[in-house]
């Protein structure tokens, strides 16, 4: 007993060896079907490296760069090339080879079967040229034989007409009449739609024999072609209906992203389809929920940090009212003043951020309501194109197209807005007649806190977050503000977002 486990170690041990020599042999395979691609590549390579194929190479990348702008570009069209193109290759392919073969071997079978007819008439014609035995021999023909049957006067053979594209019975039926009777003959595939005509040249006479086409090819393509088609639109129709169904879910999950990226609620939106568009879908929902939060969180954190430094900013307030008037407390009334406007720019980014949800909004009273609210009670032109129904969030929209107006009547006698509502998309535009602002400094005064040292200042009397929070708020709608010189001579500030 005590030598048993001895045994049934040195077993797995061989076992192991075994085992690893299998592995390794594998190993050995692999990378040696490796080498082999990897030298069948390199080669390819060298080949195409050849400065003679260097045309070759260019008329390719054409090619391909002109057939990738002609495909869809659309999953749902791709899927059915994808599906398509085989199915109609596989169907061209099997069509040829069974139309080649197995028509040409039937037509054979009957050019031969009618052939012998024929043979088999002229030898009893020969036979007894006798009027009662011809006459005899052509009715048997036309009963039993289905072959019309004439004797013409001995005369030349018309000369050869064209042959048909498809000439397959005209190569066929010649070689059979040239092999059992070989004697000179004329035909006609051409003229009759129903019959061939055939004339054989007897020593003094004629022979002109009009077969049925039937007998002689194999004339029922049309079943063949349309069980083909039929089958292949049955099976399209069910790919297609099992293909839209994958896709759906696809682009319900890109909706849903696109409705989430310009603040459109989207609670509909929920997992469908196979089981990976299904982890994307709930990956989707997982990330939606974290960015919801974290903005809240932001929100919450900005609004009680704003709180809290406004109620020490009004201690500070009423302990410098104690103090009287003097030249250090007027510099600190200054700075808490800016400040308390600083923090007021805070609150109101705060207040409108994440929480309000998009509605149809009345563009033309929105913008009534930025003139009115910060105008600063100067005129300002505004003009409204398209439709007057856009989805936005109206209060942060609202102070986005704000706080672009409030910097333009500070700097510029003459303002304007125009809004263009057209192709899914409104662009509201700022004009004024203004000293602008350098090209080179139009992206970088989005930065918070940003001020110009030289030209205009946009934020005079403010805070540096005005464009901050404007350009927040255009991307949280789906969009984008970019400056331009105005043609009133001033700045122009263009927002543009998903309508």
């Known amino acids: 007993m005590a030598d048993v486990p001895r045994e049934n170690g040195s077993v797995r041990r061989r076992l192991a060896a075994v085992g690893n020599g299998i592995l390794s042999g594998i190993d050995a395979v692999f990378a040696g079907i490796g080498w082999v691609f990897g030298r069948i590549g390199a080669g ?11 045309a070759v190479r260019t008329h390719y990348g054409r090619f391909a760069r002109t057939l990738g702008r002609a495909m869809p570009k659309g999953l749902y069209p791709r899927s059915l090339i994808i599906i398509i193109a085989p199915m109609v290759l596989l169907q061209a392919v099997v069509a040829f080879v069974f139309m080649e073969r197995h028509y040409q071997s039937v037509t054979s079978l009957l050019s031969a079967a009618t052939t012998r007819d024929i043979a088999t008439v002229i030898d009893l014609l020969e036979a007894d040229r006798s009027p ?3 006459a005899a021999t052509i009715d048997i023909a036309r009963k039993r034989l289905r072959l019309n049957v004439s004797i013409l006067p001995a005369e030349p053979l018309p000369p050869a007409g064209s042959r048909p594209f498809f000439s397959l019975l005209d190569e066929t039926l010649s070689r059979q009449i040239t092999e059992q009777i070989g004697r000179p003959f004329w035909i006609d595939t051409v003229g009759a739609s129903n019959l061939v005509e055939i004339r054989i040249e007897l020593p003094d006479r004629l022979v002109r024999v009009f077969a049925q086409r039937s007998q002689t090819y194999a004339s029922n393509s049309e079943i063949f072609i349309v069980w083909m088609v039929g089958a292949s639109l049955v099976l399209l129709t069910i790919a297609v209906l099992f293909l839209r169904n994958q896709i759906v879910p696809i682009q319900r999950l890109a909706d849903a992203a696109e409705s989430f990226g310009k603040g459109r609620p989207a609670p509909e939106f929920r997992p469908r389809g196979a089981r990976e568009v ?5 990956a989707f929902i997982e990330m939606r929920g974290r960015i919801v939060r974290q903005i809240e969180q932001r929100t919450t954190m900005l609004a009680g940090v704003s709180h809290d430094l406004r109620t020490i900013l009004t201690r500070f307030r009423l302990q410098l009212e104690f103090l009287g008037r003097s030249a250090d407390s007027d510099e600190l009334r200054q700075d808490i003043d800016d400040m308390q406007r ?6 109101a980014f705060a207040s409108g951020d994440g929480s309000e949800q998009a509605v149809p909004t009345a563009v033309p009273a929105l913008l009534e309501r930025v003139v009115e609210q910060f105008g600063g009670g100067r005129k300002v ?7 007057p129904k856009v ?3 109206p209060l942060a929209f609202r102070r986005c197209i704000g ?3 409030a910097n333009a009547v500070r700097h510029a006698d003459n303002v304007s807005i125009t809004a263009t509502h057209a192709a899914g998309w409104l662009t509201v535009v700022v004009d004024d007649d203004g000293p602008g602002i350098p090209e080179a400094e139009r992206e970088a005064v989005f930065r918070p ?3 110009l040292d030289t030209a205009r200042n946009l934020e005079h009397s403010g805070t540096g977050l005005g464009l901050a929070i404007s350009r927040d708020i255009a991307r949280a709608h789906g969009g984008d503000i970019t400056m331009s010189q105005s043609l009133l001579g001033g700045l122009r500030a263009t927002v543009r977002v998903p309508g």
Do not use: C, K, Q
């Open 44 to 54: 390819i390579r060298a080949v195409f490296s050849i400065p003679g194929l260097g």
């Open 132 to 134: 009662e035995a011809t």
């Open 278 to 282: 299904r982890r994307a879908s709930a």
């Open 342 to 347: 600083m923090l007021e720019e805070y609150l």
């Open 381 to 387: 032109a505004v003009a409204v194109l398209g439709a």
């Open 391 to 393: 989805m936005l969030r």
């Open 403 to 405: 706080n672009l107006v």
């Open 449 to 451: 806190f940003h001020r």
